[in-house]
């Protein structure tokens, strides 16, 4: 049974630092895409940042690029999301997702890229 759980939100203020995680399992982890989405009150689901099973090629929404990092840790079967200068217009609820069997790179800001989302941890930025 595939569970992603992510951790590590909170209510923080603008300008500082927070680093996202998520804990997968029942799946080949190191075989697979992950990928980070949020969800602002109101608003579409938006791609943040996905990153190859190898490591090797990291994609950003176009929102984030230059603050957010992803990054993954096989051996403890964890993706997280460092995010910095944090904007009050990133606060949102993000998950993570992970990729398909035939994920397509060029194509990791399509939701229907991942068959699998955690619940979701609410990141709140204040003034």
């Known amino acids: 049974q595939v569970q992603l759980v992510e951790s590590g939100g909170g209510l923080v203020q603008t300008g500082t630092s927070l680093r996202l995680s998520c804990a997968a399992s029942?799946?080949?982890?190191?075989?697979?895409?992950m990928g980070w989405f949020r969800q602002a009150a109101g608003k579409d689901r938006e791609f943040v940042a996905s990153?190859?099973?190898?490591?090797?090629?990291?994609t950003y929404g176009g929102s984030v690029e230059g603050r957010f990092n992803i990054s993954r840790d096989n051996a403890k079967n964890t993706v997280y999301l460092q995010i910095n200068s944090l904007k009050v217009e990133d606060t949102a609820v993000y998950f993570c997702?992970?990729?398909?069997?035939?994920?397509?790179?060029?194509?990791?800001?399509?939701?229907?890229?991942?068959?699998?989302w955690g619940q979701g941890t609410q990141v709140t930025v204040s003034s």
């Open positions: 997702a992970k990729g398909r069997a035939r994920f397509v790179s060029e194509d990791a800001g399509n939701a229907r890229q991942y068959d699998y």
């Open positions: 029942g799946f080949a982890f190191r075989a697979y895409p």
């Open positions: 990153i190859t099973y190898s490591d090797i090629t990291a």
